[in-house]
């Protein structure tokens, strides 16, 4: 091979092993180190500052600290064997490169950001007065032209921020799947791209998306952790809900979570509250409301703990001992027994009757799926297109009507995402499933007949 000639791929290669030196290894059986992030930090990365009128003037750094050095004891207490490891401990400026180098180094299984939201803020304005002024009435023309002073009062206003109205906590993971055109425009540094209105974790958008190397890790770790990270992050939703505290469910995004990509493992961001809401802010200020969240994602961590290990450990599990769901095989197809149901919701219908349509969300990757109804196979290993695949249910009243969804194949672009817009007679509804080979998706219909 001639000097100078060394071709690109290894290069990048090279210096990804120099960025990343665990990539590519297997996924770990075990749980065994978490890291936690208190996001931002020091006196050059603040991140949001309460800034509606009367508010406590909290930085987000501050919060994040509080938040993280309590979910860092809450988790050390109730998972001793597992390694806790913090990107941070006081207030000290962390560039995002040197959190996700933290992470990497520590061959971390888990990673948390801890963030606060805020958003653009109204502004208001008071009377608090009025003043005198001069003007001046003019009149005759040429050289007659003349200036007339006279006082007339007018209001002095005040002007202030308004307070947030939206609040809750949200759960954000990086995703490549169904957004990969969407990526694809990132990666190839259109920058008027943008995915979300608010909260912008600014410092965090630094990094250069034209770089070969970025371009790779993204698209790298993203499919690759995709599915866990949404997976914990449901249970931090759903754990969070169950304080009382609205939950605002678990998004995706490519702009302001650089550092979720570049950790090779699951990530996710919690968004813990609105920093420029008055609840919110003095929520993540008080002791009670940043342990409660530290105990609300630990639940959730311990649930998805006892998950994944259990998954890893079923084929070794089944050699050993019969399965404990033997009781009934011939009830259950054998698929919905072996794969749990992640995605799961819940919808409300009005009528026995309800048709589905069946379509891809998002990209056509050539998804395969069946529909299970009550057990029942409905639709054997159709291709998901934007053509509706359509079908009806009679559900059964006073029973747990469940529609499971089974990813047959993964198509190109992992999971498997169906949208099916189900009516009842009375409404429409866009329900977004998704599987994979190794967790299937539901939809419980609630039946709320008024006969
Ligand atoms: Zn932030």
Not at 44 to 73: C, F, H, M, W
Not at 98 to 113: H, Q, T, Y
Not at 135 to 142: A, I, Q, T
Request: with cysteine; glycine share 6%.
């Amino acid at each position: 091979m001639p000097r100078n000639k060394v071709p690109v791929s290894l290069l990048i290669a090279a210096s990804l092993l120099l960025i990343f030196p665990v990539a590519f290894s297997q996924a770990p059986k075990k749980i065994k180190t978490i890291v936690v992030d208190a996001g931002h930090g020091g006196s050059k990365d603040p991140g949001a500052i309460g800034q509606y009128e009367n508010s406590l003037r909290s930085k987000e750094k501050d919060v994040t600290l509080a938040i993280a050095l309590k979910l860092v004891e809450e988790l050390r207490k109730q998972l001793p064997g597992v390694n806790i490891v913090p990107t941070r401990v006081t207030d000290i400026y962390q560039d995002p490169r040197e959190k996700a180098r933290i992470a990497n180094e520590a061959k971390g299984d888990l990673f948390l950001c801890i963030h606060a939201d805020s958003g653009p803020l109204k502004q208001g304005r008071r009377q608090i007065g009025t003043r005198m002024v001069t003007r001046y009435k003019v009149s005759g023309k040429g050289k007659k032209r003349k200036r007339t002073p006279y006082q007339v009062e007018e209001p002095v206003y005040e002007y202030f921020k308004l307070p947030l109205t939206r609040s809750g906590t949200s759960v954000w993971i990086f995703a490549a799947h169904k957004t990969s055109d969407k990526l694809k425009a990132i990666m190839d540094g259109d920058e008027g791209f943008e995915l979300e209105a608010n909260g912008v974790d600014s410092i965090e958008n630094s990094i250069d998306f034209s770089k070969p190397e970025n371009r790779i890790i993204a698209s790298i770790y993203a499919k690759r952790y995709q599915e866990r990270s949404d997976l914990l992050a449901t249970m931090v939703n759903d754990e969070v809900e169950t304080t009382g505290r609205q939950s605002l469910g678990v998004s995706q995004r490519q702009k302001g979570i650089w550092v979720l990509q570049a950790t090779n493992m699951p990530a996710i961001l919690i968004e813990t509250g609105f920093i420029n809401n008055p609840e919110d802010e003095r929520y993540l200020n008080s002791e009670k409301g940043q342990q409660e969240l530290a105990e609300a994602i630990t639940k959730a961590v311990k649930r998805y703990k006892e998950q994944v290990e259990s998954i890893n450990n079923k084929p070794t599990a089944n050699t050993n001992q019969p399965a404990v769901t033997s009781n009934n095989p011939a009830d259950v197809p054998d698929v919905l027994e072996k794969r749990p149901v992640k995605d799961s919701k819940v919808l409300e219908v009005k009528s026995n009757k309800v048709k589905i349509d069946l379509y891809d969300d998002g990209e056509i990757d050539n998804d395969i799926v069946s529909v299970y109804f009550n057990n029942t196979l409905l639709v054997d290993k159709r291709s998901l297109t934007a053509q509706a695949h359509s079908f009806t249910l009679n559900l059964v009243p006073g029973k747990t009507n469940e529609l499971i969804l089974v990813a047959e194949n993964l198509g190109s672009i992992p999971p498997n995402t169906a949208l099916m817009v189900i009516s009842d007679g009375t409404g429409r509804h866009e329900v977004r499933l998704s599987a994979d080979l190794k967790n299937n998706a539901s939809i419980r219909f609630e039946l709320k007949n008024n006969n």
